[in-house]
Nanobody, 123 residues
Framework: QVQLVESGGGLVQAGGSLRLSCAAS????????MGWFRQAPGKEREFVAS????????YYADSVKGRFTISRDNAKNTVYLQMNSLEPEDTAVYYC????????????????WGRGTQVTVSS
């Protein structure tokens, strides 16, 4: 089993930045692909970004490309999401999934899922 705990969410003005963290425990973190999804009220959950176990390959949703950066620190068992130039449309609960493939994570194929952290962007 893997436990995932997201943190770093909060309230920020449009144009601002936040960095989300997801700490993993319970299994060798460096063997897991990691990602971020989000879900806004009344909307379906959507893929944001994913990263391979080594950190050498990443995927991003078109809506965040150029503004968000996913990274990981295997020594700290943590994956990050640096979010810049935030927009009100980025308001959502952000979740951290883990799985065997960062490619499959894009399609919602995950093995573990965190409880989420709220991000609110005011206009």
């Amino acid at each position: 089993q893997v436990q995932l705990v997201e943190s770093g969410g909060g309230l920020v003005q449009a144009g601002g930045s936040l960095r989300l963290s997801c700490a993993a425990s319970g299994r060798t973190f460096s063997t897991l692909a990691m990602g971020w999804f989000r879900q806004a009220p009344g909307k379906e959950r959507e893929f944001v970004a994913s990263i391979s176990w080594s950190g050498g390959s990443t995927y991003y949703a078109d809506s965040v490309k150029g503004r968000f950066t996913i990274s990981r620190d295997n020594a700290k068992n943590t994956v990050y999401l640096q979010m810049n130039s935030l927009e009100p449309e980025d308001t959502a609960v952000y979740y951290c999934p883990a799985g065997s493939s960062h490619y499959l994570l894009k399609y919602g194929r995950y093995d573990y899922w965190g409880r989420g952290t709220q991000v609110t962007v005011s206009s």
